[in-house]
């Protein structure tokens, strides 16, 4: 697991405790349940790769059906972060 640079709070967690510290390998180079390359999430917590909410929104539904709240665009280390229990950007 990579270590991405987190601004915000002492932690390095881009001020939301939701936030893992570590950056989990991606399960896939495509959304797992679609197969879409185009515009990737990747669960912060997991790993799983999904598509984001302007295409089927599987990354988004992983998310919510596994209690995992944060995702970030990939690729990882140079997208946005989001999280869905604060219902906001985070990084």
């Known amino acids: 697991m990579d270590l991405l640079p987190r601004t915000g709070d002492s932690g390095g967690r881009a001020g939301c405790e939701h936030v893992p510290a570590a950056t989990p390998t991606p399960q ?3 959304c797992q ?3 879409s390359d185009f515009n990737l ?3 912060a917590t997991c790993g799983h ?3 984001c909410e302007s295409q ?3 990354a988004r539904a992983h998310a919510l ?3 995992h709240p944060v995702i ?3 690729p990882a280390d140079s997208g946005f972060i989001w999280c869905y229990a604060e219902r906001r950007y985070v990084g």
Do not use: P, T
Request: include cysteine; glycine fraction near 14%.
């Open 65 to 67: 059906a596994s209690d």
């Open 56 to 58: 089927a929104g599987d």
């Open 41 to 43: 999430r990747l669960c």
């Open 72 to 74: 970030y665009q990939m």
């Open 33 to 35: 349940e679609c197969g």
């Open 49 to 51: 790769v999904g598509c």
């Open 28 to 30: 896939s180079d495509r």
